[in-house]
């Protein structure tokens, strides 16, 4: 198993130039620092080794990388290196190795990291039959790896400057963690600055030709380790491995993918073309020509995952030139639907609706017809025979004080009377002329 920064697993001394003053010889159980417990070597590297430890405050386990002693014993360097450490503990992504601390004496210092139980990307490829992987095996990963990196650059603000498959590893649930976010490249300036060294910081068969000319940092340098390291992981080699590489970096073009794997007499799926075109386009020399973020690069890769906001945000159309420049204007994305409904489904489940919004008009219209209209009519037909027996009743009880006028004929020369002075007594009876005719009740009703 490596260890938490990719380092290999052999066991032998630190040999680096300058720094194999190394670390004090510790064991396992030994107590350091007033709080870890050391447990085990989890792997020694040119820049330092790490130890499984036991955080006695905390109660976790973590690893511990040693730092060189020649940089633990420079105060002005020790300073440097503790702050680009502890920038990293801004970053909190689930797919970043998390930097717990910084921790240091007059004798010895060590920087405090998430343990990952697992094992480095390199190492993986290396147990292939073919020692390659194909681009699917690598896309969830890859999906993974450019979230984290997208995170990085635009949350954080940190480049990574050392992204190599030794960096990269995969824990025992098969999630993807980046490790030693500037932390190697750190290391390796301070020890190259002691040592008044003319190597570059690094590992240089993944830099890019700005950072081989010792060019300030970019993310831009980070997407052309990112095709480096994709081109290894496919074809068990990195673009440029052997003569003079600082040349071929700057100069020559590497030979497509699918060509360096029948060179290498491997035996695979035939390539991927937008793979090719994608890692290519990542290789540029000019950061121009390079995709833009990693964002583009998942964008182009088709491998966005909808597991986090800022891969969903990457979910666009992908582009049918074969040119990787600086991203065009893009349209938005549709909006996905929701997971599991087909279209056979969203059918079944409207005519549901449909059925039960015509059965519920039915039960309205029974109800309305057969039940309200029929009520009303009644209620209706009630009040206006309630209206005209009142009104008989009226013309009865008028009749009973001016006497019985049942044989009157109400159709028989019936005349109002005209304007006169009205006679100081009135006549009464049923001839008198102000007497208003009376309406049998059968008459008005037609029975």
Not at 188 to 196: A, E, G, K, N, Y
Not at 328 to 346: H, Q, Y
């Given at each position: 198993m490596s260890d938490t920064t990719g380092a290999p697993k052999a066991s032998h001394p630190l040999s680096t130039p300058g720094s194999d003053a190394t670390i004090r010889d510790f064991s396992g159980g030994q107590k350091v620092f007033s709080r870890y417990t050391l447990i085990k070597t989890l792997g020694r590297g040119g820049m330092g080794v790490v130890w499984l430890a036991r955080d006695e405050e905390l109660e976790r386990n973590v690893a511990l990388k040693f730092l060189p002693e020649l940089i633990?014993?420079?105060?002005?360097?020790?300073?440097?290196?503790?702050?680009?450490?502890?920038?990293?503990?801004?970053?909190?992504?689930?797919?970043?190795?998390?930097?717990?601390?910084?921790?240091?004496?007059?004798?010895?210092?060590?920087?405090?990291?998430?343990?990952?139980?697992?094992?480095?990307?390199?190492?993986?490829?290396?147990?292939?039959?073919?020692?390659?992987?194909?681009?699917?095996?690598?896309a969830e990963w890859t999906s993974q790896l450019c979230d984290a990196l997208d995170y990085a650059h635009n949350h954080a603000k940190i480049i990574h400057r050392d992204l190599k498959p030794a960096n990269l590893m995969v824990n025992?649930?098969?999630?993807?963690?980046?490790?030693?976010?500037?932390?190697?490249?750190?290391?390796?300036?301070?020890?190259?600055?002691?040592?008044?060294?003319?190597?570059?910081?690094?590992?240089?068969?993944?830099?890019?030709?700005?950072?081989l000319d010792g060019e300030r940092g970019s993310h831009l340098d980070d997407i052309y380790s990112f095709g480096a390291t994709m081109y290894e992981l496919i074809t068990s080699k990195p673009p440029f491995s052997s003569g003079n590489i600082d040349r071929q970096i700057r100069e020559k073009i590497p030979p497509t993918m699918e060509v360096r794997r029948k060179d290498l007499e491997i035996e695979g799926?035939?390539?991927?073309?937008?793979?090719?075109?994608?890692?290519?386009?990542?290789?540029?020399?000019d950061p121009a020509r390079r995709p833009q973020s990693f964002v583009e690069v998942a964008q182009r890769l088709?491998?966005?995952?909808?597991?986090?906001?800022?891969?969903?945000r990457a979910l666009q159309p992908p582009t049918t030139t074969g040119t990787i420049s600086t991203p065009?204007?893009?349209?938005?994305?549709?909006?996905?639907?929701?997971?599991?409904?087909?279209?056979?489904?969203?059918g079944l489940l409207v005519g549901a609706a449909a059925a039960v919004l015509l059965f519920f008009l039915g039960v309205i219209g029974i109800w309305y017809f057969g039940f309200h209209k029929p009520a009303a009519t009644t209620q209706k037909s009630t009040a206006s025979q309630?209206?005209?027996?009142?009104?008989?009743?009226?013309?009865?009880?008028?009749?009973?004080?001016?006497?019985?006028?049942?044989?009157?004929?109400?159709?028989?020369?019936?005349?109002?009377?005209?304007?006169?002075?009205?006679?100081?007594?009135?006549?009464?009876?049923?001839?008198?002329?102000?007497?208003?005719?009376?309406?049998?009740?059968?008459?008005?009703?037609?029975?």
């Open positions: 633990v014993h420079d105060r002005a360097v020790l300073g440097d290196m503790k702050r680009e450490t502890r920038r990293s503990l801004d970053l909190t992504h689930k797919n970043i190795v998390r930097i717990y601390d910084f921790v240091h004496s007059d004798q010895s210092g060590c920087i405090s990291m998430e343990y990952i139980d697992g094992d480095t990307l390199s190492n993986l490829r290396a147990d292939k039959p073919h020692k390659v992987f194909e681009p699917h095996e690598l025992q649930r098969g999630d993807l963690k980046v490790s030693d976010f500037g932390i190697s490249r750190s290391l390796s300036d301070s020890v190259s600055m002691l040592t008044m060294e003319q190597g570059r910081s690094g590992t240089l068969v993944f830099m890019s030709p700005q950072q799926e035939m390539m991927d073309e937008t793979w090719e075109k994608v890692i290519a386009g990542c290789l540029a020399k088709e491998i966005a995952s909808p597991k986090t906001v800022r891969a969903e065009a204007t893009t349209t938005t994305p549709p909006i996905p639907k929701p997971a599991g409904l087909t279209p056979a489904k969203i309630q209206t005209v027996e009142s009104q008989t009743s009226n013309l009865d009880r008028s009749s009973g004080m001016a006497g019985k006028a049942k044989d009157v004929n109400p159709f028989k020369n019936v005349t109002r009377p005209q304007p006169s002075a009205a006679p100081s007594n009135p006549p009464s009876g049923p001839n008198a002329p102000n007497a208003q005719p009376v309406v049998p009740l059968n008459d008005f009703t037609g029975g």
